[in-house]
């Protein structure tokens, strides 16, 4: 009949309507996921000294943290740090504990700690990495590098310096030139060893400024409407 034909209608109109806004619920739901890993997504290497020649070896432990500075580019908006990658020598003996943080400066040394870095432990020749779910850095701004364990006496990482003040950047970082420092008291003081700095690389994306992030969304948000208008449409004709 009539009236039952209208009454399927209605409910298969109800039943459009409300898928339509579920799917609405998840695409903006998408989106904010989409946000919040676009950094990891499109991090990558963005400045390294790991291709240059290798110059002193230097062991570290609890009584040697060595770090060395790097600064970032000139991006608006900052970097998101996602990783780093050092060069070590074989260790001497059996260290079961390293970690790499980020360090802000502080008039030439390591200041505050900005985070760690976790990864394997480096225990053989070769190039090791490390990983963060992000670190958030300035534009134009100097930081450190720092490799820290808590090993005592003979039981030391081994770390590659070079004496070369050459670099690689995507992105208009630098490495400082001859820049290894070291502490003896878990970053008390440091003192300047100076003639070399760490080999490594550092893993980042810049960040879209907000105008940037805002035509993302904006885009998004064009093909969510679109796709409703469709599925209304559908329903109600």
């Known amino acids: 009949t009539r009236k039952e034909s209208s009454a399927a209608s209605d409910v298969y109109k109800r039943q459009i309507l409300t898928s339509s806004t579920r799917k609405s619920?998840?695409?903006?739901r998408f989106l904010a996921i989409c946000l919040a890993i676009l950094p990891r997504l499109l991090s990558a290497q963005i400045v390294s000294n790991l291709d240059q020649s290798?110059?002193?070896?230097?062991?570290?432990?609890?009584?040697?943290?060595?770090?060395?500075?790097?600064t970032t580019g000139a991006n608006a908006g900052g970097y998101t740090l996602t990783g780093?990658?050092?060069?070590?020598?074989?260790?001497?003996?059996?260290?079961?504990?390293?970690?790499?943080?980020?360090?802000?400066?502080?008039?030439g040394e390591p200041g505050n700690s900005l985070g760690a870095l976790t990864g394997d432990l480096p225990l053989t020749a070769g190039n090791h990495a490390f990983s963060t779910t992000g670190i958030s850095l300035s534009a134009n701004t100097t930081y450190f590098v720092v490799a820290t364990s808590t090993d005592t006496g003979i039981n030391r990482f081994r770390q590659n310096l070079t004496a070369s003040g050459t670099e690689t950047s995507s992105d208009g970082w630098t490495i400082g030139n001859q820049a290894h420092v070291l502490t003896?008291?878990?970053?008390?003081?440091?003192?300047?060893?100076?003639?070399?700095?760490?080999?490594?690389?550092?893993?980042a994306t810049p960040v879209p400024e907000p105008h940037e992030y805002a035509m993302f969304v904006g885009l998004g948000l064009m093909g969510f409407v679109a796709a409703r208008r469709h599925l209304v449409s559908k329903a109600l004709s």
């Open 184 to 203: 003896e008291d878990q970053g008390a003081s440091w003192q300047n060893e100076g003639g070399q700095s760490l080999m490594f690389s550092i893993s």
């Open 54 to 70: 290798v110059g002193d070896t230097f062991g570290m432990n609890q009584d040697n943290w060595n770090a060395t500075s790097f």
């Open 25 to 28: 619920h998840g695409l903006i």
């Open 84 to 107: 780093a990658t050092f060069s070590f020598a074989a260790a001497s003996n059996s260290p079961s504990n390293f970690e790499a943080r980020i360090y802000d400066d502080n008039s």
